[in-house]
């Protein structure tokens, strides 16, 4: 009988005798601390103009080209890796090789699709290939530098449309063949300047073979290259 009294008892019954001395303050303001300037938001973009956004991107494009045509020891190309640069000038490229022969009968030139595919699934290939040998970057750094180093062929092959509008005799060929030799050994050196510490050294033979054949294509591709009449 006693439990049951005990249980029927009410459960805060006894708070009634507790007195609450005048020395505890009971009313107050609930607040939320305000964080204090936090640097990370000086890199925020949401609110940032999209023409101050496009200028800041074409000035990490222009840096990236500058670390290509002088390549040094520098993991700016790797860390702050993007693929505006090689969208770029791949389809810079294959606009300037196909020369306007979607119109002629004569199917010799590279259309602007197959020079498309073969810069990408090439750089993939090479990709790949690092990778399974035991690269250490990433598979979107290692698209990003060999498209980049396509730089100095881009350049090769404006140079070798201008030599070309004065004609096409033995000078014009001799004129391109030293250019775009020049320009695929820079293109060569420049990308394995950026890869080759990433890769095991009794191995990097086996990954600068695969970029060598890949930017002779490349390079081929550009010498032949004969406009449309």
């Known amino acids: 009988m006693a439990e049951v009294e005990e249980s029927s008892k009410p459960m805060f019954a006894g708070l009634s005798d507790i007195s609450i001395s005048e020395d505890i303050p009971v009313e107050g303001d609930i607040s939320v601390p305000v964080?204090?300037?936090?640097?990370?938001?000086?890199?925020?973009?949401?609110?940032?103009?999209?023409?101050?956004?496009?200028?800041?991107?074409?000035r990490a494009v222009g840096q990236k080209f500058v670390h290509v045509m002088y390549p040094k020891k520098s993991s700016a190309l790797l860390r702050d890796w993007d693929l505006w640069g090689p969208?770029?000038?791949?389809?810079?490229?294959?606009?300037?090789?196909?020369?306007?022969?979607?119109?002629?009968?004569e199917e010799g030139r590279p259309q602007f699709a197959e020079v498309f595919v073969i810069i990408w699934f090439g750089s993939v290939i090479i990709t790949l290939n690092s990778k399974l040998l035991g690269g250490t970057i990433s598979f979107f750094q290692s698209l990003c530098v060999l498209g980049y180093c396509i730089l100095p062929l881009t350049v090769a092959m404006i140079v070798c449309r201008i030599v070309l509008v004065g004609g096409s005799g033995l000078v014009s060929f001799v004129v391109r063949l030293i250019v775009v030799t020049a320009s695929f050994s820079w293109s060569t050196f420049a990308s394995t300047a950026f890869l080759a510490d990433s890769q095991p050294p009794n191995r990097k033979a086996l990954v600068v073979y695969p970029v060598f054949l890949f930017y002779f294509v490349i390079g081929w591709m550009i010498l032949t290259f004969s406009p449309s009449q």
């Open 87 to 105: 969208l770029i000038l791949c389809v810079t490229l294959a606009l300037m090789l196909q020369g306007g022969s979607v119109d002629s009968e």
């Open 35 to 58: 964080s204090s300037h936090n640097a990370d938001n000086d890199f925020s973009t949401l609110d940032e103009p999209v023409k101050d956004t496009i200028l800041r991107d074409l």
